[in-house]
């Protein structure tokens, strides 16, 4: 099987469509976005697209999706469905979409198995790799462990142990380790991995969500020798799982030591980050579901950081912005947020590492300053 000629209609299901729309149509495909969002630049980026029912804490609403896909499937005649963020925890919805629509992904049984932790423990275990220790039951001294939810993304379900969970939601324990976040994405078309690189990870924290998202910049500038550790690791990763496609693997990196934490087995919260110079990153993605890694690496230029930019406080009505093309995923205007939901996407690119990070820094704060300032306009 080949991988759609350009100019094919792809279905993308996401939490958040828009970084995978945006990849698709650099790769010259005509995405159709289902998401949680609906926002104002996955509109422009889509060839069509639905809202669906849900939120990030309850996810997709099974039967919604399903009927905003058929939907958008119609007319276009699509190739096939590429998923992002959204599945991890409801697997069996990745099943009803593997029987209606070709995946480009892995299939629902490899996610089903890295996002299982004990399944994951007993992994690292045999091929000596290392991982924190791992409970179903609460530890007694919980000041040294954190609690997760089982198929849980983005940082905003990490707590430490002992924090309150919603009943029957499904948690373990993992004992905290010493380092700092490291992502890194590959390629693996089944049986070998191609590294794709290395990017640094921050949380920004609110009290009830420690660990949420705040961004990712990328090179990560690891000692080299790291890093061919890590490109070994994405491939024996790979192999053991029948990985295919985009995947990232979550670590944390203390001086030349590192300790895996997860495996996120679609492509995810870096898209942002590794904007390849041809534009060929989400081919990349198809030709690797169906077996074909690129002939020649990927090149990705300079540096990049991309943020989140969370509201400071309620917001009645946003305001209209004339929003300037390094911010995305844009709330619309009238939108009602409360403290701390995401406002918009910040990137920024530069020829060091260092002036990425503290060019986002600096437009996440000029973004924030300006809708302030406009919410204080609109109430006086």
């Known amino acids: 099987m080949k991988s759609p000629e ?70 276009a005649d699509p190739a096939g469905l590429v998923y992002g963020a959204g599945f991890e925890d409801r697997v069996d919805l990745l099943d009803e979409l593997a029987r209606r629509w ?95 690189g290395a990017s640094r990870q921050w949380p920004t924290p609110t009290p009830d969500e420690p660990f949420r998202f705040g961004g990712a910049l990328r090179p990560a500038d690891l000692a080299a020798k790291l890093e061919t550790r890590l490109a070994a690791l994405a491939g024996t990763i790979a192999s053991a799982c029948g990985l295919r496609g985009l995947n990232s693997i979550d670590l944390l990196v203390d001086g030349d030591d590192f300790t895996l934490i997860e495996i996120n087995p679609r492509p995810g919260a870096t898209l942002d980050i590794f904007e390849d110079r041809d534009g060929m990153l989400f081919r990349a993605h198809l030709d690797a579901c169906l077996g074909a890694l690129p002939e020649r690496p990927l090149e ?10 969370y509201a400071r406080g309620p917001i009645a009505s946003m305001p209209a912005l004339d929003w300037p093309d390094w911010a995305c995923d844009r709330q619309k205007a009238q939108s009602a947020l409360h403290l701390n939901d995401p406002l918009c996407t910040i990137r920024a690119r530069a020829d060091q590492p260092a002036r990425a990070r503290r060019l986002m820094d600096e437009r996440t704060a000029f973004i924030l300053d300006k809708i302030e300032h406009l919410g204080k306009e609109a109430a006086s």
């Not at 990705?300 to 930019?309: K, L, R």
Request: proline share 5%; net charge negative; charged share 20%.
């Open 6 to 75: 350009s100019g094919a209609a792809i279905l993308i299901a996401a939490s958040s469509g828009r970084a995978l729309a945006a990849a698709a149509r650099r790769a010259g495909y005509r995405p159709l976005v289902a998401d949680l969002f609906d926002d104002a630049d996955t509109r422009v980026l889509a060839e069509a697209n639905c809202l669906v029912a849900g939120d990030l804490e309850t996810g997709f609403e099974s039967a919604a999706l399903i009927a905003a896909l058929e939907a958008l499937a119609e007319e």
């Open 102 to 196: 070709t995946l480009f992904g892995n299939r629902p049984e490899a996610v089903r198995s890295v996002k299982d932790p004990l399944a994951l423990a007993a992994l690292c275990a045999a091929l000596d790799i290392p991982h924190p220790e791992i409970s179903l039951k609460m530890p007694s001294a919980s000041s040294d462990w954190l609690v997760k939810s089982i198929g849980g993304s983005g940082g905003g379900h990490v707590a430490q142990a002992g924090a309150w969970r919603a009943d029957g939601e499904k948690i373990y324990f993992q004992r905290i380790a010493p380092g700092d976040p490291v992502s890194i994405l590959f390629l693996a078309d089944g049986a070998k991995a191609q590294f794709l």
């Open 300 to 309: 990705f230029e300079g540096a990049a950081a991309a943020a989140i930019a």
